[in-house]
């Protein structure tokens, strides 16, 4: 007998501004613009209604998608996760900011699992810059400049750094361009926002290493090599989900 299909989960995107007859259409389009990025899944997150009293649209998941939607909802709360979604995390705050108004995602189960300060946020003050020792990894993809520090380039998936280094130093790693990662450490100047986000305002490179392409390889197979149970489900996020809610009071 074929399985029952699964309700769609539904959110909560809660601004404390407008009401559905005074929000702009505009407006109302780029928040949700930049919240189907944040959630992703594009094909199986669906705008349901606005509700009436505040700004409240309503969201609904598909079922087999809202695990992977709820994991990006945790990455962004972290500040973690594709870079389009950080980004649009952001300027939903600054048109918050803009419309003297705060935000929240609410799940299903009425947890609130995204914040958006906005105009609270907007009244804290700046602090730093400071430095902090820290590294980055990645692929060199570019060393040039005609000063000293010299501007080095570096690709980490979808991410591209900028570090600053001596000529000495970014005459070795420029050995290394396209071909090796690296990782390199140095010293970072560090700003918080108003918004309570921590911007890299520059890195200084101080020294490098290369990461042999072996060791990857090698941590990867341990990994892998590690037994459980789980390995063997088609999607255990959706059976961890299914586990969840059926232990959830009604």
Known sequence: MPR??????????????????????????????????????????????????????????????????????????????PAEARRAFKEINKRLVEDNANGVLVDPGRSKVLRFPGADAANQVEFGPISQAGSFQGVPIKVGGENDPVPIHIEDGAEKHIVWGSRSLAKDISLHLFTSVVRIHGIGRWLRTRMGEWELREFHATSFEVIPDGDIKSNISKLRSIPADWKKLDDPIAELMAMREAGRPQ
Do not use: C
């Not at 995107?13 to 259409?25: S, W």
């Not at 959630?39 to 998941?61: F, N």
């Not at 939607?69 to 990455?75: C, I, M, P």
């Open 4 to 81: 029952k299909p699964r309700k769609p989960r539904e959110y909560r995107f809660e601004i404390d501004a407008f009401t559905p007859d005074t929000i702009p259409l505009s407006r109302l389009s780029q928040y949700l613009g930049d919240l189907a990025r944040i959630m992703g899944q594009e094909a199986s997150v669906h705008l349901v209604k606005v509700d009436k009293g505040s700004t409240v649209p309503i969201i609904s998941v598909d079922w087999e998608a809202e695990p992977k939607v709820r994991e990006r909802l945790r990455a962004v709360k972290f500040n973690e996760g």
